[in-house]
Nanobody, 128 residues
Framework: VQLVESGGGLVQPGGSLRLSCAASGFQDSYYVVGWFRQAPGKEREAVSCITRSDGVTYYVDSVKGRFTTSRDNAKNTVYLQINSLKAEDTAVYYC??????????????????????WGQGTQVTVSS
């Protein structure tokens, strides 16, 4: 299994970015993809997750309303749209994946230790 993120960069406060996570190597469609981020000097934190089969999403409270996770199954790609970027969104963003038959949204998908596969990360810097 391989996950490759892209789409990070330098953006001004209030701007938007769309991150991509291209997945390959999965044996079936029952897996979940989580987005995590790690700011300098801070621990990695969950942002959102989405089930590949049903597209059910979950967001942590701090990003609700600004972050949107979606997927394009034909492209085996998951996206993270980030709007109204703030300086505190500056971090390395990672996508991760794990096999799962669960199709319900919930905080169960935010535990980093449950994920088996990780991308290399993409840097998002919000600065004027």
């Amino acid at each position: 299994v391989q996950l490759v993120e892209s789409g990070g960069g330098l953006v001004q406060p209030g701007g938007s970015l769309r991150l991509s996570c291209a997945a390959s190597g999965f044996q079936d469609s029952y897996y979940v993809v989580g987005w995590f981020r790690q700011a300098p000097g801070k621990e990695r934190e969950a942002v959102s997750c989405i089930t590949r089969s049903d597209g059910v999403t979950y967001y942590v409270d701090s990003v609700k309303g600004r972050f949107t996770t979606s997927r394009d199954n034909a492209k085996n790609t998951v996206y993270l749209q980030i709007n109204s970027l703030k300086a505190e969104d500056t971090a390395v963003y990672y996508c991760a994946a794990r096999y799962s038959f669960r199709s319900d949204g919930g905080s169960w998908c935010t535990r980093a230790g449950d994920y088996d596969y990780w991308g290399q990360g993409t840097q998002v810097t919000v600065s004027s």
